[in-house]
């Protein structure tokens, strides 16, 4: 089964566009190195937890969106192969002064996939 690897982090809202620029961006290399999709989608309703939610999560602010993104591998050992090829792709040397979001509230973490079902939609 695939593996994932989900994301949450909060952007400046001001910041969709070039976040967007930026993700479109990664596809290509996070594919070079074994990612079959990628897939990113900006807070649309995310509500404000009492004990916990997305937003308290990554300590989203009034003037930013939350976002949930993830990668998918075919299997967890493409997901290491790649990974150790991309921290030395030069598409992520220097990245932390160029990214439109303050990736330390970022959250993450690897899946393994025990159930995938597919609505058809008429």
């Known amino acids: 089964m695939s593996y994932v690897d989900g994301f949450v982090l909060a952007v400046p809202t001001a910041n969709r566009a070039a976040y967007l620029e930026h993700a479109r961006a990664s596809v290509a290399v996070f594919k ?9 989608t900006w807070g649309a309703d995310v509500p404000d937890g009492e004990v916990t939610s997305f937003p308290m999560a990554v300590k989203c602010q009034p003037d930013e969106t939350v976002v949930f993104s993830w990668i998918e591998w075919p299997s967890k050992a493409v997901r290491d192969a790649g990974m150790e090829k991309l921290v030395d792709d030069p598409f992520f040397q220097n990245e ?8 330390g509230r970022m ?4 899946f393994e996939m025990i159930l995938d079902e597919k609505t058809e939609t008429v």
Do not use: L, M, Q
Not at 32 to 40: D, L, N, P, S, T
Not at 96 to 103: F, I, K, M, R, W
């Open 107 to 110: 959250i993450f973490g690897g």
């Open 32 to 40: 070079k190195h074994g990612a079959v999709r990628v897939v990113e």
């Open 96 to 103: 932390d002064a160029s990214v439109p979001y303050d990736g």
